[in-house]
């Protein structure tokens, strides 16, 4: 039980080993993390082998939501089992306020944010305070007889349900945590520490959007150890059956700076925001990315971060390099429409586009331009459209 904690805080904060011979006093966030490694291996009381403090909080924690139980039920059980069992007052929180902020410190609550039901608001920050969408005017809540208060029995408590809600699991401290482990940490700088250089594509960090980027924000490239991110977004039906029409959006981030081996595997992948259903969002998915957009400002100014390995703190900084994405996905997420007479994010606003009345189809030709110009397909007008290539390819825009 005792092993098993600890996997499980080291799982939580994506943290393989941990030194705990520290230089520098590590930052709150990292102090977290020391102190539940402590309580998993700390013995619930002398003696006990079975169950170590952190072990028998969470069997409790589990048990009260299995069984419905009350807030206040379950702090009364933690008042009588220290009562009933003095060696275990100390390791036992007083109240179920307690309990939730060590379980919250694993990391296994999200941010619950309402959203209007036709996508138009999320009531957040200022808006939090609002019943009534402020575009549509449609109600925050469900509109039923169960949720619904006489206006003339203001003595009748109903629970009002929303009418859509968005999970939003915050990105900061997870990056914060790949820094808590030495073994994480040094790979955090992999990409410009032991990436091989010899002008083969094998990595993100050898794409010439990484260099640009690197040139253009020379302070953010000075220290390896800043973030580079990419974003990936589609729906998908959380039902077996497919003629169910329902479509959650999820949101996942992963960093970059790892090698590939260990960049593209499940625990570096990192899901940020659950967007619900049941109709996709859309173009109007900018509403439900408004946290992650403000955490990524927050990131990119850079928060202080613990880093294990070289046991010290530093101002670490993030930055979303990229999207990852089908094309209609692409167009949400970009702004750039994928349909139309300007469909091609490439072409832009040289993209040939051609309408064929018959089958109302559009057909999009001018390939023939990104050819070299001695290609004898540009010359080649009968097995194409009847037509002479002699056009220049587009300029790719920056």
């Avoid at 998915?285 to 928060?303: M, R, S």
């Avoid at 007479?341 to 030709?365: R, V, W």
């Amino acid at each position: 039980m005792l092993d098993d904690m600890d996997k499980l805080v080291h799982d939580a904060f994506g943290v393989q080993d941990t030194d705990l011979n520290m230089e520098e006093e590590p930052n709150e966030q990292a102090k977290i993390f020391y102190k539940l490694l402590n309580d998993a291996q700390k013995e619930l009381y002398p003696g006990c082998k079975q169950f170590s403090k952190l072990a028998f909080l969470i069997r409790l924690f589990h048990l009260k939501c299995i069984g419905k139980w009350s807030n206040k039920t379950f702090t009364m059980l933690l008042e009588l089992l220290k009562e009933a069992f003095p060696d275990v007052t100390e390791s036992l929180p007083n109240s179920y306020y307690e309990v939730q902020k060590i379980i919250g410190a694993l990391g296994l609550t999200c941010v619950k944010i309402h959203a209007c039901p036709n996508d138009c608001m999320s009531y957040w920050k200022e808006h939090a305070n609002d019943t009534f969408c402020h575009v549509c005017k449609a109600s925050r809540y469900v509109q039923n007889e169960n949720n619904l208060v006489d206006e003339e029995d203001s003595s009748r408590k109903t629970k009002k349900v929303p009418a859509k809600v968005l999970r939003y699991f915050p990105l900061k401290p997870r990056l914060q945590r790949l820094f808590m482990s030495c073994k994480t940490a040094s790979f955090m700088s992999w990409h410009h520490d032991d990436r091989t250089k010899d002008g083969y594509m094998r990595h993100p960090s050898d794409s010439p959007l990484w260099h640009a980027f690197d040139r253009q924000h020379r302070d953010f490239a000075k220290d390896p150890r800043n973030v580079r991110l990419g974003l990936a977004a589609d729906g998908f039906s959380p039902f077996r059956m497919m003629s169910v029409a329902h479509s959650t959006w999820p949101v996942i981030l992963t960093p970059y700076n790892m090698p590939p081996w260990m960049c593209m595997i499940e625990p570096f992948f990192f899901l940020t925001l659950l967007i619900p259903g049941p109709s996709p969002p859309g173009n109007n998915i900018d509403v439900y990315l408004q946290p992650l957009i403000d955490e990524l400002k927050e990131l990119w100014n850079g928060v202080e971060t613990y880093d294990a390995s070289k046991k010290q703190n530093f101002c670490m900084r993030a930055a979303l390099l990229w999207t990852i994405n089908d094309f209609p996905a692409y167009a949400n997420l970009s702004g750039w429409s994928t349909k139309g007479e300007l469909a091609c994010p490439s072409c832009h606003k040289d993209t040939c586009f051609k309408y064929l009345y018959n089958s109302h189809k559009e057909c999009y030709m001018g390939h023939r331009r990104f050819l070299n110009d001695d290609h004898p397909y540009r010359k080649d007008a009968k097995s194409f459209d009847g037509k002479e290539e002699n056009h220049k390819a587009p300029i790719p825009l920056t």
